[in-house]
């Protein structure tokens, strides 16, 4: 991939009313220029999550559409679960793909604060690349106390108050956290249990902050609506710390505690290293990789000119 595409990964403070977010992807949907590839929605955490891809401005557009959609269907003052959160569209990353960059999408990612703040009246927060402040890169810095907390402190305290609008939060609405960020992957490990300590232990034994595993970020919450609990993890580098190495620290965790696990979950989309980092590692087969894989082999027919002289590929030239 050399293309400069960027994907866009807004989180919504919604995950039981799928007419909802039906009519929040259709928005992003009908932007030309973008395509939306993935969404998934958790009861529990009461929480959905859109993947989508395209060009800098249409992508920029089809953000400030589902803000717009977000502020409309969604009122944080009726909303509870058990994942944090400031916003109805909570979190608003922008990620390079191909030949973006991270300053390429913190460009975009203060074009989008700029729109959603001006033509919404949403407050907005800068984090990851895009943050203006230092302290505002972590996510967890600026959502720390949830909508709740954060519609007093920012009008008390100047430390707490918005980057863009403000220093009210919206009142139903809350306040749109945009960053730039590289991809990261988030994925879940449901524990056959209801005793959330076991779950916040174990999160706070593997996660960085607490001198775990690099790059990851985790979370012990109950999943109440299946009689489970969840070490909820973003693996912010999955180049530093492999999805096979945080499966296995949890399982040998749990284990330690006398629990099974029960089932990991992905949210939203992964890059394919990952998986061929796992699979290889399961498998004790080094060098594992698309050259090793039938359907990433014959790709290139798929788009080839065959003609009488033979077939030729994309980009050949034919003489």
């Known amino acids: 991939m050399t293309e400069s595409l960027i994907e866009c990964v807004p989180n919504f403070s919604e995950g039981r009313d799928s007419a909802r977010i039906d009519t929040i992807c259709s928005a992003i949907a009908a ?20 993947t989508f891809a395209g060009r800098r401005e249409p992508v920029v557009e089809a953000a ?11 009122d944080l003052r009726q909303h509870r679960g058990v994942h944090p959160r400031v916003g109805a569209l909570d979190v608003l990353p922008f990620v ?5 960059t991270l300053e390429d999408c913190a460009t975009l990612a203060h074009a989008a604060g700029e729109r959603i703040s001006a033509e919404l009246g949403i407050p907005v927060y800068f984090y990851g690349a895009a943050a203006r402040v230092p302290e505002r890169a972590a996510l967890e810095n600026v959502r720390r106390g949830q909508f709740e907390v954060l519609r007093e402190e920012a009008l008390q305290n100047p430390e707490r108050a918005p980057d863009l609008g403000g220093p009210a ?3 139903s609405a809350g306040a749109v956290i945009v960053g730039a960020r590289k991809i990261l992957i988030a994925f879940n490990i449901n524990l056959r249990t209801t005793d959330l300590s ?3 232990r174990i999160a706070r034994s593997i996660r960085a902050s607490s001198g775990g595993l690099p790059a990851v970020k ?16 973003n693996l ?12 296995e620290a949890v399982e040998q965790l749990a284990a330690a505690e006398r629990v099974e696990i029960a089932e990991s979950e992905l949210i939203g989309l992964l890059p394919r290293a990952a998986l061929d980092a796992a699979f290889s590692h399961y498998l004790k087969l080094p060098g594992f990789g698309a050259s090793c894989v039938i359907e990433d082999q014959i790709r290139p027919l798929q788009f080839a000119t065959v003609t009488p002289g033979g077939i030729f590929l994309p ?4 003489c």
Do not use: C, K
């Open 31 to 50: 932007t030309p220029g973008v395509l939306v590839l993935n969404r998934t929605s958790d009861w529990d955490h009461h929480r959905s999550v859109i």
């Open 64 to 74: 400030v559409r589902a803000a717009r959609e977000a502020a409309r269907l969604i």
């Open 236 to 247: 912010t580098d999955f180049t530093m710390t492999p999805l096979h190495v945080v499966y």
């Open 96 to 100: 390079p793909l191909g030949s973006a």
């Open 169 to 171: 939060l919206h009142p």
């Open 315 to 318: 980009g050949e030239r034919i």
């Open 218 to 233: 985790a979370l012990g919450v109950p999943l109440p609506s299946r009689s489970l609990v969840q070490v909820s993890m």
């Open 198 to 200: 076991i779950a916040r």
